[in-house]
C-alpha cells in the first residue's frame, strides 16, 4: 500500500512543468501553516523537489494523500487562467515546427555529391546498435569477415542490441541514463541518427513524457565559431525569431532537457583558463558537457570510436554497427520506391563480394544506389568498387589527399595487409607517426582480451585497409607495389605448376608435395591486388593525387597477358575479369585481351565479364560455371555476347541456374550465334527448353555438337531433337546422357534416324533408364547407318542384349557398354569382343 502510494502522489506531481509544480509547492505552504507548522518547514518548502514534497504529502495527508494533490491542483486552476500554459504550449509547437522545417533533409556529407537530397524521415532505416562490450577475437571477425558471415556477426548484435526507443529505458538497477554516447566509423550514420530523433520529437513519435526540448548541437561547426553568445542563442541560432517565449523559459526543467552532440570528436574543448576571459560558444558548450552548466540535463553524444574518456562520466556506450541485413534491403526498397527493385539491386551487388560486404555503411549504400541506373528494368552499373570507394572517401574527407597523415595511414595499411594484420597497437601507430585523432578512418577500440581491456587501433572494415593499402602500393616509387605483385603472381603460379604434375610427382618425387604445401597461401592478397588495379585508373590516380612509376603500370599489362596464356591457371582468369574492370581503362584492356581466344570462370559478376567481352576481338570458345542466369544477368551479359558473336565456336554453360526470364534471354542471344559447339551440362532443363533451342538453332549452319547431358530431359524433348536435326544438317554428335529418355524416347529417335538424311556420327545415350525392350530400335538405326556409332553405359540392359552388343562392338558402333545389368561371364564375352577390335584395328593401320 505504502509503495503504491508514494508512486501514485509522485507520478501526479511529475507530470507538472516548474511554473506548475512551483504553484502546487506556495499552495502546500498555505496549507500547512493553516495546520500550524514551524517557519523552518517553510524554508523547506522553497526549496522543495517532487521527491520531498511527495514525502511531506504523505506525512500530513496519510492515506489522502493523491486526493489532496489533486485538490490542490484543481484548487489553483481555478485561481490562475490558463494563458502562461497556452502560451509555453504554443512556443513549443513552434520550436517543433521549426525543427522539421529545418531538420526535413538529410545532411549532404559533401557538397560535390551531385543530388544527393534526401528527406530523413521518407527514408530512414534503424541502425543496428550494439551496447555489449566486444571481445578482442570477435572484433576481429567483425573487421575480417565479408558477405553472409559479417551480415551475421551484425545479425547476432542486433538481436542482442537497442534501439533509439530504449535508450533512455531505466537499467536493470533501475536508474535512467543521463549520459549517452553512441561511437561509429566514419559514414555509418551518426548524423543520420542524431537527426531522426531530433525530428522523431518534433513530430511527437519520441520520448515526449521524457523531454520537454531536445536540442541539436553540431559540434564542428561551434568549434569554427568565433561568435560569442549564451546558451540560449547557441541553442536557437537560425531558428525563427517568433521562438523568443521558448528562449525564456526552456530552462525551467533541466532534468527534461536533451542535448544531441553530434561530431563530438570534432569539438575541441578550451583550456581552463579561458573559461573567464570569453563567453564563445565553445566555452558555453564545454560548461554543459562537463557539468558545469545544466547537469540535470540528458547528453546524447555521436562520435567516432575511442572520445569517451573525453568525458567526465558515461552511463551507456553503444556503437553504432550500421545496416542489418534487412535494413539494407528497406533502404534500397526506400531508395528505389519498390520491392522488387530493391530486390533485384541486392541480388546484382551479391555477386561482388566487397561491394555488397561494405553496403553495412549508409554512405556507402548511398553510393551504391547513385552509381545503379535501370534501363527497360535491368540494372546497369556505372560505377565499379574502386569508383565507389573512392567517392567514399572524398566525401568523408575532402583534403584527404592533401593530408600527409593519409600517407603515413596507407604505409601503416599496406604492413598490416602484408602481416595479415586489422588491429593495430599503439606502437604500430606511433611507428608512422599516425595520428588517430585527425585520421577520419583509423578509430581507437577497446576489447575484452584475456580479462582486461586493451586499446587498440583499426580501419573500419578490412577492405578499406586493403583500399589504403593498394593506394600505397600503386604511389610508392619504392617498388613495394610491383614486389607485391610478382609475390603473388609467382606463388599461384607456382602452385598450379604443381598440380598440373602431381602424378608424375607422386611416382618419382614425392618430397615436391612437402615442397608444394609450403608455397605462401596468396589469397589473403586478393582485393588488395584488385584495388591496384582500380586504383591505376587515370581518373582515379587524379582524383587521389597519386603519380605511379611508369613500371607499375607495365607490370599490372605483364601478369595480365600472363593470366590469359595458356600456361596459366585458368582459374585464375575470373579473378583478372574483375581486375581489368576495376582498371577500366579501354585501351589497357584491348591490348591485354588482343590474342586471347578462350575464356573460362565460374560464379562471376557479369558486368565485368561483358567489360572483357567487349573489348576482346579473337574469343572463340566460352566456358562459364556455376553462374546464376537470370533476366537481369543475361541482359547485363547480352551486348558483350553480340560482340563477340562471330568469333564464338564453342558455348560451354555448366551447372548453372537459369530462370524462365533469363532462358527467353538465353535462346534470343543463341539464335544470333554462330557457334559450332553448345554444351549445356547439368543445367535442370526440361523438355519446353529443348523446343526453344531447336528453334533458335534451327537456322544455324555451323552446328556439330550438341551437348545436354545431367539434365531433367524426357520423351517429351524427342519432337523437338529430331527438328533440331532435320534442320542443322551439320550436327554430327548428340549427347543426351543421364536424363530420363527410356526406351519410348529412345524408339522415336532411332525411327527418326532411320530417315535421311541422318548426319549425325556419335549419340551418348548413358544413364537413360534403357532396358532390352529398345535394342532391336537401336540395332536396326546403326546397321542402317554405318557411320553412326554410340554409348549405352550404365543403363539396364541384360545378357538378353549379348548378341547385339557383341555385333556393335565387331562394327565399330558401340563405344559405351559398361555398368549395366550383365553377368560376370557376359562382361568378359564384349571386354574380349573390345580387345580383338582393337588389334583388329591396329593391325589395319600397320
Request: charged share 25%; aromatic share 8%.
Amino acid at each position: 500500500m505504502g509503495d503504491s502510494l508514494h508512486d501514485g502522489v509522485f507520478k501526479t506531481l511529475i507530470k507538472l512543468n516548474n511554473t506548475q509544480f512551483k504553484s502546487v509547492s506556495l499552495e502546500l505552504e498555505d496549507i500547512l501553516k493553516k495546520h500550524g507548522f514551524h517557519q523552518s518547514t517553510d524554508e523547506n518548502l522553497r526549496i522543495l523537489t517532487r521527491e520531498c514534497a511527495t514525502e511531506l504529502l504523505i506525512d500530513h495527508f496519510q492515506d489522502d494523500a493523491i486526493s489532496a494533490v489533486t485538490d490542490i491542483i484543481l484548487h489553483i486552476e481555478k485561481k490562475q487562467p490558463v494563458a502562461s500554459l497556452e502560451e509555453h504550449d504554443k512556443g513549443k509547437k513552434l520550436y517543433k515546427e521549426a525543427l522539421q522545417k529545418r531538420f526535413a533533409v538529410a545532411e549532404l556529407y559533401n557538397p560535390c555529391l551531385e543530388d544527393q537530397t534526401q528527406y530523413l524521415e521518407n527514408g530512414f532505416v534503424d541502425l543496428v546498435i550494439c551496447f555489449s562490450e566486444w571481445e578482442k577475437e570477435e572484433f576481429e571477425s567483425f573487421l575480417r569477415t565479408k558477405g553472409s558471415p559479417h551480415e551475421e556477426i551484425i545479425a547476432n548484435n542486433s538481436r542482442q542490441g537497442s534501439n533509439i526507443r530504449s535508450l533512455f529505458d531505466v537499467d536493470k538497477n533501475g536508474k535512467r541514463p543521463k549520459s549517452i554516447v553512441l561511437e561509429g566509423i566514419a559514414g555509418i550514420g551518426k548524423t543520420y541518427t542524431a537527426r531522426h530523433i531530433l525530428l522523431q520529437w518534433a513530430s511527437g513519435e519520441l520520448y515526449q513524457c521524457s523531454f520537454n526540448y531536445v536540442f541539436y548541437i553540431k559540434c564542428s561547426t561551434i568549434t569554427s565559431s568565433q561568435a560569442n553568445g549564451c546558451l540560449s542563442d547557441l541553442l536557437f541560432d537560425s531558428l525563427d525569431e517568433t521562438l523568443q517565449s521558448v528562449k525564456e523559459d526552456f530552462l525551467e526543467e533541466p532534468e527534461k532537457i536533451l542535448f544531441i552532440l553530434d561530431d563530438f570528436h570534432e569539438f575541441s574543448i578550451p583550456d581552463d583558463t579561458s573559461l573567464s576571459e570569453s563567453v564563445a560558444p565553445q566555452i558555453t558548450l564545454n560548461k554543459v558537457i562537463s557539468r558545469q552548466s545544466l547537469p540535470e540535463a540528458s547528453l546524447l553524444i555521436m562520435t567516432k570510436p575511442g572520445m569517451q574518456d573525453r568525458l567526465n562520466s558515461v552511463d551507456r556506450l553503444g556503437t553504432i554497427l550500421g545496416f542489418s541485413k534487412q535494413g539494407r534491403e528497406k533502404y534500397f526498397a526506400n531508395f528505389f520506391k519498390t520491392s522488387e527493385r530493391a530486390e533485384a539491386v541486392l541480388k546484382f551487388i551479391a555477386s561482388d563480394e566487397d561491394f555488397c560486404t561494405l553496403c553495412f555503411i549508409p554512405l556507402v549504400c548511398l553510393l551504391v544506389c547513385k552509381s545503379l541506373n535501370f534501363e527497360n528494368n535491368v540494372i546497369r552499373c556505372l560505377q565499379n568498387t574502386t569508383q565507389i570507394l573512392a567517392s567514399f572517401f572524398i566525401n568523408i574527407s575532402k583534403n584527404l589527399t592533401d593530408n600527409a597523415q593519409s600517407q603515413r595511414l596507407s604505409i601503416l595499411a599496406y604492413e598490416g595487409v602484408k602481416a595479415k594484420k586489422v588491429l593495430f597497437k599503439e606502437d604500430d601507430v606511433k611507428k608512422h607517426s599516425v595520428d588517430a585523432t585527425v585520421v577520419k578512418f583509423l578509430n581507437l577500440v577497446k576489447l575484452k582480451d584475456e580479462d582486461t581491456a586493451k586499446t587498440y587501433y583499426s580501419f573500419p572494415h578490412l577492405i578499406i585497409q586493403e583500399m589504403f593499402a593498394a593506394a600505397f602500393c600503386v604511389g610508392d616509387k619504392g617498388g613495394s607495389g610491383i614486389v607485391l605483385l610478382e609475390e603473388f603472381i609467382n606463388a599461384k603460379n607456382e602452385h598450379y605448376f604443381f598440380r598440373c604434375n602431381m602424378f608424375e610427382m607422386a611416382l618419382h618425387n614425392p618430397s615436391g608435395f612437402e615442397r608444394m604445401n609450403k608455397i605462401p597461401d596468396q589469397n589473403y592478397l586478393l582485393s588488395t591486388i584488385r584495388f591496384i588495379f582500380g586504383i591505376s585508373n587515370p581518373a582515379i590516380l587524379e582524383k587521389l593525387k597519386l603519380n605511379p612509376s611508369p613500371q607499375m603500370k607495365k607490370k599490372l599489362q605483364e601478369i595480365s597477358k600472363g593470366a590469359f596464356s595458356q600456361r596459366s591457371d585458368c582459374k585464375l582468369q575470373p579473378f583478372f575479369w574483375k581486375c581489368l574492370h576495376e582498371l577500366h581503362e579501354d585501351k589497357f584492356v584491348q591490348n591485354v585481351m588482343y590474342n586471347v581466344d578462350s575464356l573460362s570462370g565460374s560464379d562471376v559478376d557479369c558486368t565485368a565479364l561483358t567489360y572483357i567481352l567487349l573489348h576482346s576481338t579473337k574469343i572463340n570458345r566460352l566456358c562459364l560455371k556455376q553462374y546464376n542466369l537470370g533476366y537481369q544477368e543475361l541482359k547485363v551479359l547480352q551486348p558483350g555476347m553480340e560482340k563477340i558473336s562471330r568469333t564464338l565456336k564453342s558455348l560451354w554453360i555448366i551447372s548453372s541456374t537459369f530462370n524462365k526470364d533469363g532462358l527467353k534471354v538465353f535462346l534470343s542471344i543463341v539464335k544470333n550465334l554462330r557457334i559450332e559447339d553448345i554444351v549445356l551440362w547439368e543445367n535442370h532443363l526440361t523438355d519446353d527448353f529443348v523446343e526453344d533451342l531447336a528453334s533458335a538453332l534451327s537456322t544455324n549452319i555451323s552446328l556439330r555438337i550438341v551437348d545436354l547431358q545431367l539434365n531433367d530431359l524426357s520423351e517429351g524433348c524427342v519432337p523437338a531433337l529430331i527438328s533440331m536435326m532435320n534442320n542443322c544438317w551439320t550436327l554430327e554428335r548428340l549427347c543426351l546422357s543421364s536424363n530420363r529418355l527410356g526406351d519410348s524416347g529412345v524408339k522415336l529417335l532411332c525411327e527418326a534416324m532411320m530417315n535421311p538424311p541422318c548426319k549425325l556420327k556419335v549419340v551418348w545415350l548413358d544413364n537413360n533408364n534403357l532396358t532390352d525392350s529398345c535394342i532391336k530400335d537401336i540395332v536396326r538405326t546403326l546397321n542402317a547407318n554405318s557411320h553412326l556409332s554410340v554409348s549405352l553405359g550404365q543403363n539396364s540392359f541384360t545378357d538378353y542384349c549379348t548378341p547385339s552388343f557383341v555385333h556393335l562392338i565387331k562394327n565399330g558402333q558401340l563405344f559405351g557398354w559398361e555398368n549395366n545389368n550383365f553377368t560376370e561371364e557376359v562382361v568378359k564375352i564384349l571386354q574380349d569382343t573390345r580387345r580383338e577390335k582393337i588389334t583388329t584395328q591396329k593391325g589395319h593401320t600397320t
